[in-house]
């Protein structure tokens, strides 16, 4: 059974750097038939998916326009998790932050997720 | 990217009585050499991440009762809940993985 777990800092301040780690089980962050991603929720934006990181022979990123150049998600083999870094963060990237698995085998779409975070930026 | 609207906002129906929720994409999301439309759905309930329910526009989630399907091709999606249980009150979202993902605004249903 996959889980995901995450943990982090409810609350930021403004130009600083966010920073979430998601907590694999029940399936490995180098698998081959999975990507791992993070998303947002918020009033105003709604759902939003910030980027994903996935392992195909090498690793690839991929980042949503909105925020590239301020994101960076990485994997840790090691720990058997996956990060996110949001820099220079304003109050307009308060939201919930979940991860989440992409089912690439079969379903293709978002079947597993964290637990949510929600992450105030705020002096 | 491609948007995602949904219809309606929101949504009071009986107990018992059937829910559609409509859902389309500013671009087909069909992707003909698989033959799979990049398409699923989701339900939220209030404090909790959102559960896939469908996805390729109409294969149901383990788990998932049978009285949620998912229909259509193209550009134009469909949810329907056959016969509304209280358990099923919550926002459904759909959402498109053809190219970078995107979600619709969300459907809020209710126990009319």
């Known amino acids: 059974q996959v889980r995901l777990q995450q943990s982090g800092p409810g609350l930021v301040k403004p130009s600083q750097t966010l920073s979430l780690t998601c907590a694999i089980s029940?399936?490995?962050?180098?698998?081959?038939?999975?990507?791992w991603n993070w998303i947002r929720q918020s009033p105003s934006r709604g759902l939003e998916w910030l980027g994903r990181t996935n392992y195909r022979s090498k690793w690839y990123s991929d980042y949503a326009v909105s925020v590239k150049g301020r994101i960076t998600i990485n994997a840790d083999t090691s720990k058997n998790q996956f990060s996110l870094q949001l820099n220079s963060v304003t109050p307009e990237d308060t939201a919930v932050y979940y991860c989440?698995?992409?089912?690439?085998?079969?379903?293709?779409?978002?079947?597993?997720w964290g637990q949510g975070t929600l992450v105030t930026v705020s002096s | 990217d491609i948007v995602m609207t949904q219809s309606p906002d929101s949504l009071a129906v009986s107990l018992g009585e059937r829910a559609t929720i409509n859902c389309k994409s500013s671009q087909s999301v069909l992707y003909s050499s698989h033959n799979k439309n990049f398409l699923g759905w989701y339900q939220q309930k209030p404090g909790q991440p959102p559960k896939l329910l469908i996805y390729?526009?109409?294969i149901r989630e383990s788990g998932v009762p049978d009285r949620f399907s998912g229909s259509g091709s193209g550009s134009d999606f469909t949810l329907t809940i056959s016969s509304l249980q209280a358990e099923d009150v919550a926002i459904y979202y759909c959402q498109q993985y053809y190219t970078t993902p995107t979600f619709g605004q969300g459907t809020r249903l209710e126990i009319k």
């Open positions: 029940g399936d490995s962050v180098s698998s081959s038939n999975a990507a």
């Open positions: 390729w526009a109409s």
């Open positions: 989440a698995r992409r089912d690439d085998l079969l379903r293709g779409s978002f079947d597993h």
